[in-house]
C-alpha cells in the first residue's frame, strides 16, 4: 500500500504561484508514474500533468500547458506541481496520484491505483 500526502495548497491571487508537494510513504511508488489531477466542484477529475520514471518524460494537457511543470525527487519519494500564471478557473482540489507498475507518465485516471487526500486550490479575481 501507498500513501500519498499533499501539501501546498491555499488561496492565491489571480496571476499568481503555487508549489505542490506530495509525498509518498509506505510501499514505495518511486519507481512508477505519478501525476497530478485536479477537480473543480460539478466538474470531472481532469489530469494535470503526469511524470515517468525515470524522471525524464512528462505529460501536460492542454489544459495548464505551459503554466504547470511537474517534477519529482526519487530520495524524497516526493512529486511537485509548480502552477504559475494561475486564474480563478484553476480553483480546484488538486490530487497526487501514484500508478502500481506503470513508468510512462499515465494520462487516464483508471492508470492510476494510489490517490492523496487532495489539496484545495482557490485562485481569487
Known amino acids: 500500500q501507498v500513501r500519498l500526502v499533499e501539501s501546498g495548497g491555499g488561496l492565491v491571487q489571480a496571476g499568481g504561484s503555487l508549489r505542490l508537494s506530495c509525498v509518498a510513504s509506505?510501499?514505495?511508488?518511486?519507481?512508477?508514474?505519478m501525476g497530478w489531477f485536479r477537480q473543480a466542484p460539478g466538474k470531472e477529475r481532469e489530469l494535470v500533468g503526469a511524470i515517468g520514471w525515470p524522471a525524464t518524460s512528462t505529460y501536460y494537457p492542454d489544459v495548464l500547458k505551459g503554466r504547470a511543470t511537474i517534477s519529482r525527487e526519487k530520495d524524497k519519494n516526493a512529486v511537485y506541481l509548480q502552477m504559475n500564471s494561475l486564474k480563478p478557473e484553476d480553483t480546484a482540489v488538486y490530487y497526487c496520484a501514484a500508478a502500481r507498475t506503470i513508468t510512462y507518465p499515465a494520462h487516464y485516471d483508471y492508470e492510476y491505483a494510489y490517490w492523496g487526500q487532495g489539496t484545495q486550490v482557490t485562485v481569487s479575481s
Open positions: 509506505g510501499r514505495t511508488a518511486s519507481t512508477a508514474a
